[in-house]
């Protein structure tokens, strides 16, 4: 009779039935036993066959190990120092849990997978990428994780050689920086070290790579370049007004105003500032800050830097993220591909995607991630 023990999967023992009760059968424990012996002596033979043969590729083995495990360890050195960039157009924004589809998409996952690197390239998605950058470093920099934190210095890293090398917006990207390198500060030195993700000697090393690139921005030097194109100055006057009246910042029409005395006469033309201020802020808030001059009319300039400073400024890109009502996806959207083959950018289930389409600013980003 087999007795079953706690394990249902062994094989049991063999008992018999005596008149004092049942009693494990002692032949066939001894039958057993030497089984074993055989088979474990048979093994022990087999494994040292085994060593004796392998003896010899040992040291073989060992170094290829070892060479192996070193080049593993270059290999991962040095993609701790490249790039890590994802190249997807769009990501699945979820924000609970159901049966057919588990967990939740943070601002970090969203950062990594979506394209920002590419997006840099495209003068269209310049000023909104560094907006986004701008906004995460004001209030978000501690919920990213350690790989969204990478890739957030990579593509910083990547905007200031674009600026250094292209000569352009650089204001924009002094603005982040000083942002940033605040925020930090306070992170480090007011709120703790605990709030950061990773060694405070990173965190020490990227301050002072701010500061490296503050003053390469702090340095550069605008080159003018010479041949035989027509310059602004060359236009006539009419063409010289409506370039500035496409300007949608102040500080960049003050700035080309000082160029020379024909566009700073166009600088302070009262209608600019006056269309400026139309386009930024509304009715109500000019009746809020409304400031004349001796004469009683509008100062349209100084009115439009006082607004600036109490009211928002109305934003402006070339393009954005767009966001799907109906199928919950953040994409890129490419319209040479909508234009040649219909396609939204993203595997949209809807009948007429273009309808739950909608432009998503980057405050609105950092919003979708709020739970």
Known sequence: MPFLGQDWRSPGECWVKF?????????????????????????????????????????????????????????????????????????HVHKGSTRERHGYCTLGEAFN??????????????????????????????????????NYFNILEKIVRKVIEDQQNPRLVKNLLQDLGSALCILVREVGRCVLV?????????????????????NLKITRRIGNSVTLSDLPLHMQRSILHR??????????????????????????????????????????????????CVDWKLMYFTLQKYCPKKEQYGDSLQFCRHCSILFWKDYYLALLFKDTGHPCTANNPESFCTPVSPQHFIDLFKF
Not at 66 to 91: G, P
Not at 114 to 138: P, T
Not at 286 to 296: A, K, S, V, W
């Open 19 to 91: 008149q004092d009760g049942w009693k494990r059968s002692q032949l066939h424990r001894e039958e057993e036993e030497e089984e074993s012996n055989i088979n474990g002596s048979h093994r022990e033979r087999q494994l040292c066959t085994r060593l004796q043969q392998e003896s010899n590729d040992n040291k073989i083995v060992e170094d290829c190990e070892v060479a192996a495990k070193k080049r593993k360890k270059d290999h991962f050195n040095i993609s701790t120092q490249s790039e890590y960039f994802y190249r997807e157009k769009w990501i």
């Open 198 to 218: 990773g060694n405070i000697n990173i965190w020490v090393y990227r301050m002072e790579t701010i500061l490296n690139w503050q003053h390469q921005l702090n």
């Open 113 to 150: 997978r979506l394209d920002f690197s590419s997006a840099i390239e495209d003068m269209r998605r310049f000023n909104y990428v560094v907006k986004l950058l701008q906004l995460i470093a004001n209030s978000q920099l501690t919920s990213l994780s350690g790989a969204a934190q990478k």
């Open 247 to 296: 300007f949608s910042d102040g500080l960049d029409i003050i700035n080309l105003g000082q160029v020379t005395s024909t566009l700073h006469m166009l600088s302070e033309d009262k209608h600019l500032w006056k269309s400026l201020c139309k386009y930024h802020y509304s009715e109500k808030q000019f009746c809020r800050h409304l400031i004349l001059t001796e004469n009683g």
